[in-house]
């Protein structure tokens, strides 16, 4: 029996997983370049061969770990998002999912953001994920703001996306979430402007 069954009941893509949830409490809780593939592998109770019969290198591991948390974190917007009929209030509720994704990480953080820090290096594999991710958000942004049907919905999303972003690294910086909560009043006053609800704020 190999060891990927014995260890998960459920072959390879056990391993896997397991493989990248270990990367995901190292790399995101101690740093990537602080972390060996050896404590990656033991994490996961696997050999370090086992690991790179996954991902043929640590770089690879790094893009797969960061694809991984996208795929977490858009999974915990829509969700969010799902609590919410109206597409403004949607727009605002984008704060919520910041809020929460930020302290289910105990402050430390965006991910991505850590990552690029780490790899200035615009060429590598990482930087094209942690690229992608916010290519992801403001797309998802400016979605929401079509629906909104307001005049200018790429206007609004990038002014909403550079709110969000800057409330997420705050609150990181300052171990305090409740920034996000305060970024979401301003956000519904981008919003409300847009629509032409309400003057643009500092107007």
């Given at each position: 029996m190999t060891e ?95 809020r929460g994704w ?28 942690v690229r992608e ?71």
């Amino acid at each position: 029996m190999t060891e990927e069954k014995t260890q998960t009941g459920n072959g390879g893509e056990g391993t896997r997983e397991r493989l990248l949830a270990a990367a995901d409490g190292l790399f995101y809780g101690g740093g990537i370049c602080a972390t060996g593939v050896n404590a990656v592998a033991e994490r996961a109770g696997v050999t370090k061969m086992t690991l790179y019969a996954h991902f043929s290198s640590k770089d690879e591991l790094v893009a797969a770990y960061l694809e991984d948390h996208d795929r977490r974190w858009r999974e915990f917007l829509e969700e969010t998002l799902a609590g919410h009929d109206d597409p403004k209030d949607k727009l605002s509720a984008v704060c919520d999912a910041y809020r929460g994704w930020l302290a289910a990480g105990n402050l430390r953080g965006c991910a991505f953001v850590n990552c690029a820090a780490e790899f200035p290096d615009p060429g590598h594999p990482a930087r094209r994920v942690v690229r992608e991710h916010k290519a992801g958000v403001r797309e998802r942004l400016g979605a929401l703001a079509a629906e909104a049907g307001v005049m200018d919905p790429g206007t609004l999303a990038e002014r909403v996306f550079v709110v969000l972003e800057g409330a997420y690294v705050t609150g990181a910086l300052e171990g305090d979430e409740g920034v996000l909560g305060r970024a979401r009043e301003l956000v519904a006053d981008l919003v409300a402007a847009a629509a032409g609800d309400r003057p643009s704020p500092g107007a």
